[in-house]
């Protein structure tokens, strides 16, 4: 049984303006770009200690749904890719805390020289690692970016590598984890080789 060939519909400009859609991902795309500029750049350039506070809290009173809806498709070296790394890993440590400590301390002994550029506290329990993960997103207001994606891709290999290294090992979880830390420290040398320019 053979089908007639048919000339594809071509529709004329009434058809588009009939399809009630959402919004333009590149306008989106554009908006989380620029706010991301404007927190990271702005917020070094404002000289107000209250900034750093607001930048921490951020996930809190906008909600890590919202921030992934805004940044979560963005390229990892893009400021809104990094950001959205930034905020997930905070997010991931205020929930998890002992979990974290947990993988942090297995891996702090395997992963010696991250574990300097985390700067986590020694002994690395639950609540200091909270307090250094909240010390890396003020960083974003009071430090040079490229160490703060430095010091928070340096915490993530060092979990990385203690999960590796624990009974209950969930391979795909510690490269979840690995492909975060590499994709901040390598846009951290990015950050690095922009100011350097």
Do not use: N
């Amino acid at each position: 049984m053979s089908r007639e060939h048919h000339r594809p519909m071509t529709p004329g400009a009434g058809f588009f303006a009939e399809i009630v859609g959402g919004v333009d991902p590149a306008l989106v795309t554009e908006a989380a770009d620029r706010a991301a500029v404007l927190l990271v750049r702005g917020a070094r350039a404002s000289g107000d200690s209250a900034v750093a506070e607001r930048l921490l809290r951020l996930a809190e009173t906008e909600g890590i749904e919202t921030i992934a809806e805004v940044w979560s498709g963005a390229p990892a070296d893009s400021l809104a890719g990094c950001l959205w790394r930034l905020y997930l890993l905070r997010s991931w440590v205020h929930a998890e805390p002992v979990a974290v400590a947990r993988e942090y301390d297995a891996g702090r002994v395997r992963a010696q020289v991250a574990r300097v550029v985390a700067g986590v506290a020694d002994p690395p329990g639950p609540e200091q690692l909270k307090t250094m993960v909240d010390e890396v997103l003020r960083g974003i207001a009071t430090s040079d970016f490229a160490d703060v994606l430095l010091r928070a891709a340096a915490f993530a290999r060092v979990v990385a590598t203690g999960r590796a290294h624990l009974p209950e090992c969930d391979e795909a979880a510690v490269r979840r984890v690995l492909v975060m830390a590499e994709q901040l420290e390598s846009a951290g040398h990015l950050e690095l080789a922009h100011r350097l320019q």
